[in-house]
Nanobody, 122 residues
Framework: QVQPVESGGGLVQAGGSLRLSCAASGRTFSSRAVGWFRQAPGKEREFVAAINWSGGRTYYADSVKGRFTISRDSAKNTVYLQMNSLKPEDTAVYYC???????????????WGQGTQVTVSS
């Protein structure tokens, strides 16, 4: 099992930026697609972005397209989520997960991490 460890969250003003990191403990991420999800209070967990195993293909939710960028550094066994032009509605706990990317559809699989809190003030 790949155990994700998320970090990089914090409090930022609207329009600001944050970079989240997702590191794998245990087995490597290197052969897996990885996705980022988020869950706001009182809402269901929703898909944010995904990247395939090589980093050559990415997919985004419409709500973050053009503002967020997912990338990976295989040497560091880490996947990143660069978040720019943040909005108060981006406030949530962000999670990453190793899963399956088929076309434009991402299916999370395996273990969820503890998540990292992102709070965007207006």
């Amino acid at each position: 099992q790949v155990q994700p460890v998320e970090s990089g969250g914090g409090l930022v003003q609207a329009g600001g930026s944050l970079r989240l990191s997702c590191a794998a403990s245990g087995r490597t991420f290197s052969s897996r697609a990885v996705g980022w999800f988020r869950q706001a209070p009182g809402k269901e967990r929703e898909f944010v972005a995904a990247i395939n195993w090589s980093g050559g293909r990415t997919y985004y939710a419409d709500s973050v397209k053009g503002r967020f960028t997912i990338s990976r550094d295989s040497a560091k066994n880490t996947v990143y989520l660069q978040m720019n032009s943040l909005k108060p509605e981006d406030t949530a706990v962000y999670y990453c997960n190793a899963g399956l990317l088929m076309g434009s559809s991402y299916t999370p699989m395996g273990t969820w991490g503890q998540g990292t809190q992102v709070t965007v003030s207006s």
